[in-house]
């Protein structure tokens, strides 16, 4: 398979040498026919050779995903879906959106930018990397919306957004300087839900003064879900740390088989603010370095700023204790799909967290969470 897309690769040079010398990827008729076929026979067979014996597993994630979605909509008489872009663009075809994911350097190899081995390299990790936020976040938006089904069998109906809308991202609902809920139920009888999904995020700013107070919302660390018992429509609170209304439950999913042996860094807490003005430089600097080429032009070489990136390396059972520590909740969960050892038990347990694990895609292992999040329910407005 690694061979297959080599060979398309070595016919696609000759074509382009014969019939596209110069590069400029412009075909007509037949020429053009050929030439898509190549390209995406060529992604294809480039994505199925670096990540294709985990494809079957996100297709059938994909399609459990589908079916919840489904249910919750009937349930919750939901009007439609908010998804942000790139995992709408996955769960509505893994395979495609992979392909996309190595155009550019594909073009950049066709035109002789970066060698084969560059190519293999940096396309390689993008396919991967792709792949893995993309599972995860099935993972997460399956517990979420399973919660939201449970939460249903207890007569919960979603009162906000109004158009009940299912939304799964946070892109562009924090402009207006606060972070809303991706969704509020309400329990008959019983008090508000309020859910966040990734909630510490970037608010809108405008000037340096603005981004130092906001500052921290840029490094906090960010739980997969963060509940409130009472219905709150803004949890910014800048004088905090972290700078968000104390949650009441969090809910932390954790898709991979060996997720507690693996680790990372973890920057963001420890990170210099940066003012407006370097936000903006870093910005242009950016830009620039994405027209040069096209312009064929060379950028002067910039003198290379001198960063404070204190980071830390913890494992992930040390960022969810991590987690609950900063953020003070009375309950955390964590939903393992897979078994954890007991010994990994033992020390989330001791502490404070709970451990759902061996959960798979079996809704009914979430009911301790949906009958804690009921209990808890209450008629507050914030």
């Given at each position: 398979m690694d061979q297959d897309w080599v060979k398309i690769y070595k016919?696609?040079?000759?074509?382009?040498?014969?019939?596209?010398?110069?590069?400029?990827?412009?075909?007509?008729?037949?020429?053009?026919d050929?030439?898509?076929?190549?390209?995406?026979?060529?992604?294809?067979?480039?994505?199925?050779?670096?990540?294709?014996?985990?494809?079957?597993?996100?297709?059938?994630?994909?399609?459990?995903?589908?079916?919840?979605?489904?249910?919750?909509k009937n349930l919750l008489k939901i009007?439609?879906?908010?998804?942000?872009?790139?995992?709408?663009?996955?769960?509505?075809?893994?395979?495609k959106h992979l392909m996309k994911k190595i155009v550019f350097y594909l073009y950049d190899l066709l035109r002789d930018k970066i060698s084969l081995d560059e190519f293999i390299q940096t396309a390689g990790a993008a396919v991967r990397t792709s792949l893995k936020t993309n599972i995860r976040s099935i993972y997460q938006s399956w517990v979420y919306v399973n919660i939201l089904i449970l939460l249903s069998q207890y007569g919960g109906t979603m009162i906000y957004p109004e158009l009940r809308y299912l939304i799964l991202g946070r892109s562009g609902k924090q402009k207006s300087g606060e972070i809303p809920p991706n969704a509020v139920i309400y329990l008959d009888g019983k008090g508000y839900l309020s859910f966040f999904l990734e909630a510490p995020r970037p608010i809108s700013w405008e000037d340096?003064?603005?981004?130092?107070?906001?500052?921290?919302?840029y490094t906090a660390l960010r739980p997969d879900i963060l509940v409130y018992t009472r219905k709150i429509l803004n949890i910014v609170d800048l004088k905090s740390n972290p700078p968000i209304i104390r949650p009441d439950i969090i809910i932390e999913c954790k898709e991979l088989e060996d997720w507690y042996k693996r680790g990372r860094e973890v920057r963001g807490p420890f990170a210099r603010p940066l003012s407006v003005e370097e936000w903006r430089s870093k910005w242009?600097?950016?830009?620039?370095?994405?027209?040069?080429?096209?312009?064929?032009?060379?950028?002067?070489?910039?003198?290379?700023?001198?960063?404070?990136?204190?980071?830390?390396?913890?494992?992930?059972?040390q960022i969810v204790t991590l987690y609950y520590k900063l953020y003070k909740p009375k309950v955390m969960f964590l939903v393992s799909r897979a078994p954890v050892p007991k010994e990994i038990k033992k020390y989330l347990r001791e502490r404070g967290l709970r451990v759902i694990d061996n959960v798979g895609f079996n809704r009914?292992?979430?009911?301790?969470?949906?009958?804690?999040?009921?209990?808890?329910?209450?008629?507050d407005v914030t």
């Open positions: 016919k696609l040079k000759k074509f382009l040498d014969k019939e596209d010398p110069e590069r400029k990827f412009r075909f007509h008729g037949n020429d053009s050929i030439f898509s076929k190549m390209i995406d026979d060529l992604r294809r067979l480039f994505v199925y050779s670096e990540v294709g014996h985990e494809i079957p597993t996100a297709l059938r994630w994909n399609k459990i995903l589908h079916d919840s979605f489904t249910t919750v009007e439609g879906m908010q998804l942000p872009r790139e995992f709408k663009s996955f769960v509505d075809d893994p395979e340096s003064g603005d981004l130092r107070k906001i500052w921290t919302l242009i600097s950016g830009l620039w370095d994405g027209l040069a080429d096209a312009l064929g032009v060379t950028r002067k070489k910039i003198t290379e700023e001198i960063k404070d990136r204190r980071a830390l390396r913890l494992k992930d059972i009914s292992k979430l009911k301790p969470i949906a009958n804690e999040l009921y209990k808890r329910a209450k008629r």
